[in-house]
């Protein structure tokens, strides 16, 4: 069975996903520049910005995992408690 994405849900997911890239890049930009008197990014703002973003996606995919393997938990035991699965 496929599943239709409406165009009011794809809509709805961009807007989420513009909500959390302009926080991420908000507060990246918030804790790593410092220094508005020139007009260049200094190297240690950009490297502070990469790091920033690499601890944001490593944080956001390592939650994800623990969701997926949460969800794959709960629905083994309603399965178990349903008697679909035998005992482990």
Partial sequence: MAVQVTESDQIKQFKEFLGTYNRVTEN???DCVKDF???DV??????CSESCLQ???KM???ISMRFQEYHIQQ???L???AGLLGPR
């Fill in 28 to 30: 990246c930009f918030m």
């Fill in 37 to 39: 008197t020139g007009r």
């Fill in 42 to 47: 200094k190297p240690e703002e950009s490297s």
């Fill in 55 to 57: 601890k944001y996606l």
């Fill in 60 to 62: 956001t995919q390592r």
């Fill in 75 to 77: 629905n083994e035991a």
């Fill in 79 to 81: 399965a178990a408690k």
